[in-house]
């Protein structure tokens, strides 16, 4: 017993207390406490991320929470090991979401503007009604106005503290927010920002809504779409019939990954990058291609809309066919759609002519609809 805790002395990135693993068994390193109140991530003891990266899948979790689940931070290869051995126990249940280095580091924001746009965001869809007050604690405001400090300073709390207020006096000096409290009443009291509170009440001012509103606008706008498809030569058709209903004149949108000759060989950094700036993607997966599945993944991560379409045959058919003196092969090309996405309504079309059609009526449907 010993030795489990003194190789577990790791400290929890969330509320700086030592970790405890919640899973020994499976060698997976998780704060008990921030996980029970649905704040913090797990990792594998074998893939021990830096705290850099650390500190921004805990924020990546603020900015995507949807429900109540745990987020597993690393390589694919660990998470299904773990999944698999959480499988049969009491644990198997558990809500786990796999988030690699590589979404992280690519959703994270480069400039300060895009943080500025982010944190604006944020309040705007934790705000029920224009005009609502809420209050947020000092650990709150460290992961939505994406702090950084070093852990192991002994000024900590205070580089804490500093950025927070940094950001916060932006907000209020550009107008885009007001601070003040709130009573035990629920009653709201606009008050200027003189030092740190327990917590902060903040409010969106009309100009940070009418920004907010601007914001949503370019994303509703936005008309590219990213292709995941195979590259091999025979997906070509494919990939041809898809861009003719994306830049149909009455569908109007345009296929980014063919604007911007992506291949194969591309790099995932620039391939990330189109993904965040399209509104939908579109994946075919009549030839197996995982890399499209990590892709589509990606973009269900952001919130994008993502179009699934298979030629019936493929779709239709069995892994194993067998011949008439009844041996049986296994087909690799005769994959149907992995579990993750059997769920999701497929598109399923005849011909490369049925396959234009459809995706046409599939878009405009999908543009037309109210986010």
Known sequence: MAEYYSYSQIKCPYCGKSYSKFFPAMNLCCCTQCLRNGESICFSECEVPSQDLIDKALIYTIYHETESKQYFLGSKEEYEKISKQLKNTTYGNVPFVHISPEQVEAWYPRTFAQKIDYILLYFAVHTKYNGEARSYSL????????????????????????????????????????????????????????????????????????????????????????????????????????????????????????????????????????????????????????????????ALGLGKEVIITCRKDVHDRKAFKCDKDETCRFEEKALKPHFDIAQKQILVWENTADLTKQLKEWILELSTRKR
């Open 139 to 298: 650990r709150k405001f460290k992961s939505i106005f994406f702090v950084q400090a070093d852990q192991t300073a002994k000024n900590y709390s205070d580089q804490v503290i500093e950025q927070v207020k940094y950001i916060l006096n932006y907000l209020i000096r550009e107008e885009f927010v007001e601070t003040g409290l709130i009573d035990n009443n629920g009653r709201y009291t606009l008050r200027l920002f003189s030092g740190w509170e327990v917590s902060q009440s903040i409010r969106l001012t009309p100009k940070a809504l009418a920004r907010v509103d601007e914001l949503q606008k370019d994303i509703n706008n936005n008309k590219n779409i990213f292709v995941a498809i195979s590259f091999a030569k025979e997906a070509e058709q494919i990939w041809n019939a898809i861009t003719e209903a994306i830049e149909d004149k009455d569908v109007g949108f345009v296929d980014i990954a063919k604007k911007e000759k992506i291949h194969n060989q591309q790099i995932m950094p620039h391939i990330m990058r189109l993904i965040r700036e399209s509104r939908f993607l579109i994946m075919d997966i009549t030839d197996p291609n995982y890399g499209a599945y990590y892709e589509a993944g990606y």
